[in-house]
């Protein structure tokens, strides 16, 4: 969900004739959710955007999982998956390592610092949260300038393309769904605007400001896409540029909200996840943790309380700050928790007892909750800490 957003040139009416100046007609394109029954915005082309000269396969890297089995919590150190400057040659696209995913959901890292390919994902809408680094996001619907903690919102199909600028590498942590991924249902009048009660409102949101209008000829754009046995991909070669829109208006639209315009909610004691919720998907939900006061009653326990969410996996992604429950536990900036449906989680052994008197955590972190199990991708795998689980007891396995 966006609010309604027009850039560039477009007809006082839709599905109407635009003219170019010369008189030629520019070409009308819907994109549009749900069949034709939820957002969608109108893009109008200088060319036809159907057209296509070349159609082949793009082999896609690993994306096979293995179940978290036998059930245990599971400490992740991402920023061990990419080792001094290879990041100079990875793109955000296809240097992608996959951590974790189910039927739902897929969650990948990369560090980066080369220009991607055109690449449309037709499998669900991308939620990337930006960990460091800046650059532009170059889409059909304008440019995207990105920085630091922001969260970049690309919906199902739209073409793009990630340019990172300045000396520093860009680490990037890819929410990739099956589905569209909104605000949370309980934060939207029933027209779509964001709530009085919402963390958020639709100033935070940032949108494309004008068209990009790139030009070239046998443009190759890389698609990932569903197969009959699961994930795909196709190398698309359009005959002139996809990013040949003049103007286009509507409310589906790639856009920003950067995490620092999250503004938590807070209690006298202490408050569940949901609270800290910023968007929704099929059978998951995305929270993030920020800079914050924390509870205040006389006799609270700031950190959480240990729980058992029965329903749901839960996937903790350390970015900033210093995060209190985890404290003696070797998660770092860069960790992923994860802590699996029947599994009881909480405070590492004597954060419960530290917190007492605390008035502010200074703390960052992503959660994603799934409703489905997760599985380890070869990204996973690779940076799994094999000690994490057995440190709220202080030793391994039958020792």
């Known amino acids: 969900m966006a609010y309604y957003r027009q850039v560039g040139e477009v007809p006082p009416k839709r599905h109407t004739q635009h003219r170019r100046p010369d008189g030629g007609l520019y070409y009308e394109e819907l994109m549009g959710e749900e069949g034709f029954s939820s957002d969608s915005s109108l893009l109008y082309h200088r060319n036809l955007p159907s ?4 159609s082949t396969v793009w082999e896609l890297p690993d994306l096979e999982t293995e179940p978290n089995h036998p059930l245990r919590p599971r400490h992740l150190k991402l920023h061990d998956l990419f080792g001094g400057q290879e990041w100079k040659r990875h793109d955000v696209v296809t240097g992608r390592r996959l951590v974790l995913g189910n039927a739902d959901v897929r969650i990948s890292y990369v560090v980066a610092g080369e220009t991607s390919p055109l690449y449309r994902n037709a499998i669900g809408d991308e939620c990337v949260y930006v960990e460091s680094g800046e650059g532009v996001v170059e889409t059909v619907f304008g440019a995207l300038p990105f920085r630091q903690g922001d969260y970049v919102l690309l919906p199902r199909s739209t073409t793009h393309r990630w340019v990172p600028r300045g000396a520093d590498p860009v680490r990037a942590y890819c929410i990739e769904a099956n589905s569209h991924i909104t605000p949370p249902r309980r934060y939207l009048s029933k027209f779509g605007q964001l709530l009085e009660h919402s963390p958020y409102c639709e100033r935070d949101l940032h949108g494309p400001a004008e068209p990009l209008l790139a030009e070239g000829t046998d443009v190759e754009v890389l698609v990932k896409h569903r197969g009959s046995r699961g994930i795909v991909g196709t190398r698309f070669v359009y005959p002139e540029h996809p990013f040949d829109v003049v103007g286009w208006d509507g409310c589906l639209y ?19 996840p949901p609270v800290h919720q910023v968007f929704e998907g099929q059978n998951f939900v995305v929270c993030n ?15 959480p309380y240990y ?22 536990s070797g998660i770092g900036q860069g960790s992923i928790s994860l802590h699996p449906g029947g599994h009881s989680h909480g405070p590492q052994p004597g954060a419960y007892e530290r ?8 703390e960052l972190a992503v959660m994603v909750d799934t409703f489905r199990p997760l599985e380890l991708g070869e990204g996973g795998r690779a940076a799994e800490d094999p000690g994490y689980a057995w440190t709220w007891a202080g030793r391994g396995p039958r020792g």
């Open 51 to 54: 057209a296509l000269v070349d």
């Open 289 to 303: 943790f920020v800079p914050r006061k924390v509870d205040y009653h006389p006799l609270s326990i700031p950190v």
């Open 307 to 328: 729980h058992s969410n029965v329903d749901s996996d839960e996937v903790m992604f350390y970015c900033g700050g210093d995060y209190e429950a985890r404290k003696g």
């Open 254 to 272: 790639p856009h920003t909200f950067n995490v620092a315009d999250f503004e938590p909610i807070t209690g006298r004691v202490h408050q569940p």
């Open 355 to 362: 917190s007492i008197g605390v008035e502010f955590f200074d």
